[in-house]
């Protein structure tokens, strides 16, 4: 008995840590004096940041493939966004973990909406349905319900890594094998070239996410972030409780789950941050640092497309 789950421990390390190469594989140099220069591609605690330029990605998708890796990606789609499905789900299919195993899980009140899309070899689409709500807040916040649940029950023996992302938004650009760590969050497109004292984080105590004084690292976007099943299984766990004592205290965040993320990210450092590159907004200007945009919010009128203001 002892033997065996020494055995299956050796077998899920190597797996999921091993980061063997190809041998006879053409690459370019990795270069210790030659890098990017205009952004840092390190946190304070080392975890590496993502810009164009900071990997390879004939070597980092070889590394990889031997992994036979399954990335759940899960996205959700009430009300009136159920208008972003096809776009997010075609744009994915040309730019996002292409040439691996995605399994996409769309959550939505109105299945029979779900549009035909053409997927390529070895990604597949489960819709499931889930209730109606009316406030766009409580559609937000109950994600971490759903996410929590759905690797309880259904992911943790099958997958590796998971991905959860908005669905108002498009793929422009590849999203590979480069975004996988033990905690992925991506850097909020809003404030990456701000002071942290304007960071929108949640400043009243009465809520389970304040952030106080000058505490916080990075602003991190709730609309993007990922990781093991493990690590992303406690965030979801860890946020879905704090965001229950908030309601039993009549306090919303100010940015609903979004805060509880930055608080759960200050205390349970990511470790590895995905630039903006990642999450831009479509309405933003052009910034001289993002040199490639992979994914995006679309514009979207606000007050014609959310169930309540
Ligand atoms: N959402 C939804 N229907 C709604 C409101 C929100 O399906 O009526 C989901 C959808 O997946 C969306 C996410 O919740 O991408 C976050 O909401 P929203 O995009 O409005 O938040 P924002 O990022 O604009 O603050």
């Known amino acids: 008995m002892y033997f065996n789950s020494v055995i299956i421990r050796l077998k899920w390390r190597q797996k999921t840590f091993g980061l063997r190469s190809l041998p006879g594989l053409l690459y370019n140099q990795p270069s210790v004096l030659v890098g990017r220069t205009d952004v840092a591609s390190v946190t304070p605690w080392l975890a590496p940041i993502i810009w164009e ?31 972003f499905v096809k776009d997010f789900l075609e744009s994915a299919e040309q730019h996002y973990f292409v040439g691996f195993r995605v399994h996409y899980y769309l959550f939505t009140d109105q299945p029979e909406s779900v549009p035909e899309v053409k997927m390529g070899e070895n990604r597949s689409l489960t819709v499931r349905k889930v209730q109606s709500l009316n406030r766009w807040q409580d559609i937000s916040m ?136 990642y999450m831009w907004r479509d309405i933003h200007a052009k910034a001289a640092q993002i040199k490639v945009i992979r994914f995006s919010n679309v514009a979207k009128n606000y007050a014609e497309v959310r169930p309540n203001p």
């Open 142 to 277: 109950s994600r971490m319900e759903t996410w929590k649940k759905l690797i309880e029950n259904e992911l943790a023996s099958e997958a590796d890594y998971i991905f959860c992302l908005d669905i108002d938004t498009k793929f422009y650009g590849r999203w590979g094998v480069e975004s996988l760590g033990r905690l992925v969050g991506v850097i909020h497109p809003w404030f990456f070239d701000a002071p942290r004292n304007r960071f929108t984080y949640e400043r009243r105590p009465e809520s389970q996410s304040i952030h106080s004084g000058g505490k916080g690292d990075y602003y991190y976007a709730g609309a993007a972030f990922g990781g093991s099943l493990e690590d992303v299984h406690h965030l979801t766990k860890t946020c879905r409780e704090k965001l229950h004592i908030d309601a039993a205290n009549s306090i919303e965040a100010v940015w609903q789950e979004e805060s509880h993320l930055n608080k759960y990210f200050l205390l349970n450092k990511p470790s590895k941050l995905l630039s903006p590159e």
């Open 53 to 83: 330029g900071t990997f390879d990605p004939i070597l980092i998708d070889s590394i990889y493939k031997q992994q036979n890796l399954t990335i759940p990606t899960t996205v959700f789609a009430l009300g009136k966004y159920t208008r």
